[in-house]
């Protein structure tokens, strides 16, 4: 069976400080990777996701990036982060074209101070 | 651009009753339709999925159901329990892009 792994589960990091958070699956191969973010009291906002290796699609403009080093792996980053990137963070994968739907990571609650 | 809305916001029952949670999408060449539900701080659980060629599908005391024509897809739930507290999402499948868009949730509370 397949199964989404994310982490940290918590992250408090100072403002202007980096930022990295990982996100693989087990069980599958090519699959469909997504980054999302929640702020509090808000929606679900796609930030990233990726069809592929090294194939990144950037939905909003912001202090993030991607990145997909490997078939399982995503990677979430900033090099400077701002008050306004604290949020839960949440990475999602699918099979090609959405088959099955979307299975969610656990999140990362991000508070930046 | 899919837009998808969910209405109410919240909403708040006694236990045992039966409810409908309502979700409408703007773009009726939708791809799927999957509801999910979310506890407070944790992750989003898959609840049900409808493809587009299906009108609905049921799990247990679950039923959602999925109409293109009106752009609407409604989630049934029966004999409502506390442990059905919870946010409710609904989110459309946009096949073409391979990503989908989520509605801002309904917030259902059941009163023991």
């Known amino acids: 069976s397949q199964t989404i792994h994310q982490w940290p589960a918590t992250l408090v990091q100072p403002v202007g400080s980096p930022l990295s958070l990982e996100c693989t699956v087990e069980g599958t191969s090519n699959p469909n990777l997504y980054w999302y973010r929640q702020a509090a009291g808000r929606g679900l906002q796609l930030l990233f996701y990726s069809v592929g290796i090294g194939q990144i699609s950037s939905e909003v403009p912001q202090n993030l990036s991607a990145s997909r080093p490997q078939d399982r792996q995503f990677i979430l980053s900033s090099k400077k982060l701002l008050l306004s990137d604290s949020g839960f963070y949440l990475c999602?994968?699918?099979?090609?074209?959405?088959?099955?739907?979307?299975?969610f990571g656990s999140g990362t609650r991000l508070t930046v101070v | 651009k899919q837009e998808v809305t969910q209405i109410p916001a919240a909403l708040s029952v006694p236990e045992g009753e039966n409810l409908v949670l309502n979700c409408s999408f703007t773009d009726s060449a939708i791809y799927n339709l999957q509801w999910f539900r979310q506890d407070p701080g944790k992750g989003l659980t898959s609840l049900l999925l409808i493809q587009s060629s299906q009108r609905e599908q049921t799990s247990g005391r679950l039923n959602a159901s999925l109409d293109k024509s009106s752009g609407r897809s409604t989630l049934y739930i029966a004999a409502s329990q506390p442990g059905d507290s919870a946010t409710y999402l609904c989110a459309g499948g946009e096949g073409g892009y391979q990503k989908v868009t989520f509605g801002t949730g309904t917030k259902l509370q059941v009163i023991p």
């Open positions: 999602a994968w699918s099979k090609g074209r959405l088959l099955g739907g979307y299975t």
